[in-house]
């Protein structure tokens, strides 16, 4: 079918291999019912400033939902000569009503048009996005509690290096998906802004009001440069950059996952519903989900590549280039969703080894800095104690046993004042608990952070509540 969209001006149908390049409906037939929304906010609009009657607007919107019932139930034909889902829909309308559905266009062009549909989308599935991150804390906050008393060792240079809580390693996911959520609601902001009804790129002279289909359509601001809309898509590049930062969270949890399940590391086991076996290995249990966690991570990446080289130095206002950013913005958001949805029940599922991680504590020297603080809380320097620390960690290491098990002798050696309160001081359990300032891994402090969460997760929940009932 010829598109609504050639007009008279056109004296040959277009060439079929042009309908196939250049086509957008495989794709962005996903934006049909935020497309429906705004015709819908449209019409009314058109209706409260009198461009159409009022009759007319009811008219346009029972069969636009009639229209988002068929698309539902699979009874629209796509064909790629109507190019893209707004077009779809606009015939499907003129099919239905004749002259009213041909009055829809009025006072808008499908520059704004496929804006507004993106930008609803995307609030949608930010907000789907926002809510899965925080059954991923709450995931997470629940194993604090379960895992009060495990220690685990923690690194640097994947090199152990101190001592933690299990619940204080949960709680850093928590705040790096806190970061996330907090650049989500940020970045919501500006995706939440009306582009409706700054037309092609100069706007128009028909009596719009786009507060008005704002208002509607609940965005929270009117853009306020109609070249500026025609031509933007920061808000889809900065929503894929959220996304990308999110899936680097995530790969780097799977990494660990992936490391802390082998037998080398033996401190957890995965939960199997979770997890893949090999056709020729009897014996393998494989971390596979989040090896793909870990390497879907790369397309999402690769995405944000595309829509960046995509909007570079393209000149105002709208160009063609610009449908090109459905597909990679689609991904990102079905690979994040995917890989949430199977974090959060992993992660509650996964078992601490924790006789096997208890029994490896002692490797390492994971005391030896505490060992060293309370040697500058005696009054040394922190540079000589430091010296001194690592000299007494040297001799350990040549005997193959931990600071605690050298006699106080070996100490001595290495400097005459050192008394038998050092042994006050070493060991993991103590480590531990000397770690006291602000965010560290005391106790007491990982419990203050535990209650922070429960106390901001719940805060969450009612705002959604609020939100919902409103
Ligand atoms: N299918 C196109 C897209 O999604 C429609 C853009 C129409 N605008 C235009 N000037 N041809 O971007």
Redesign the pocket.
Known sequence: MASPSRSGVFEMATDHRVELFSE?ISF?RRLYAHDIRGSIAHAQMLASVGVLLAEEAEQIEAGLLQIQAQIEAGEMVFQIGL??I?MHIEQALIDQLGDVGRKLHTGRS??DQ?STATRLWIRDAIDRVDGLLAEVQRAFIDRCDHDVEVILPAYTHLQRAQPVLAAHYWLAYCEKFARDRSRLADCRRRVNTSSLGTVALAGTSIPIDREDVARRLGFEAVAANSIDVSSDRDFVLETAFVLTVIAEHLSTWAEEWILWSTVEFGFIELPQEFCTGSSIMPQKINPDVLELTRGKTGRVVGNLQTLLVLAKGLPLA?N?D??EDKQPLFDSFDTIEAILGLAAPMIRGMRLQEDAIASGLDHGYLDATTFMEYLIKEGMPQRTAHHLVGEIVGKARRERVPLAELPLAAFQESHPDLDERVFDVLGVQKAVAAFVSYGSTAPQEVARQIADWKQRLADDATEVVTEETL
């Open positions: 957008s962005d190019e893209d707004h499908r520059n496929v709208y063609r610009l449908q």
